[in-house]
């Protein structure tokens, strides 16, 4: 009898762990929104004091870009991203950089080292980015005024290339 029971005890034991594991693997695939998703929605406080959420934007294209003043393609791509910012802003474009920057003092600099204009915020533990599945930085997410993103761009571009402002003058 006590054989059946520990036979019994085992293969219960085996069936839950299974049962673990597969619940807890489905968990550990991180988000990863592509172009047609709906954005995830995020709240932020810009560097002018402003409250951002991504429902803020209605009528608008977004342009959500992550960065961090330590990346290389990011500060490469910044002084077209400034340009494009103005050129579009009048059209009804936003651009809002999202810092992963941890060092307040550092994410200050790169700010005043390109004079950037527009909307910027700081997310130093990745919590709206790792909510995009945005691992890899520059990453930028074009997101339409009904809240679905239409183009993703991973790694730096060139703001001002005409065949990207072609697409972005067709969303406008």
């Avoid at 839950?16 to 619940?23: D, G, H, R």
């Avoid at 550990?28 to 995020?42: I, T, Y």
């Avoid at 810092?99 to 700010?111: H, I």
Wanted: net charge negative; hydrophobic share 40%; aromatic share 12%.
């Amino acid at each position: 009898m006590k054989q059946r029971s520990d036979w019994f005890l085992m293969v219960l034991i085996a069936t839950l762990a299974v049962a673990l594991v597969y619940e807890v693997s489905g968990t550990l695939e991180p988000p990863l929104v592509n172009a047609g998703d709906k954005a995830p929605n995020f709240q932020v406080t810009t560097e002018h004091g402003k409250k951002i959420s991504r429902d803020d934007f209605g009528g608008k294209l977004l342009v959500l870009n992550f960065w961090a003043s330590w990346c290389p393609p990011c500060v490469e791509e910044t002084p077209s991203l400034e340009e494009f910012a103005k050129q579009f802003g009048p059209q009804g474009v936003v651009v809002l950089g999202v810092s992963n920057d941890r060092n307040d003092a550092q994410y200050r600099k790169f700010l005043d080292r390109f004079h950037i204009d527009f909307e910027t915020s700081r997310d130093p533990d990745n919590n709206i980015s790792a909510s995009y599945g945005t691992y890899q930085l520059p990453e930028t997410y074009l997101i339409d005024r009904n809240g679905r993103v239409v183009e993703k761009v991973i790694s730096n571009q060139n703001w001002m290339d005409p065949e990207f402002l072609a697409r972005v003058r067709k969303l406008l």
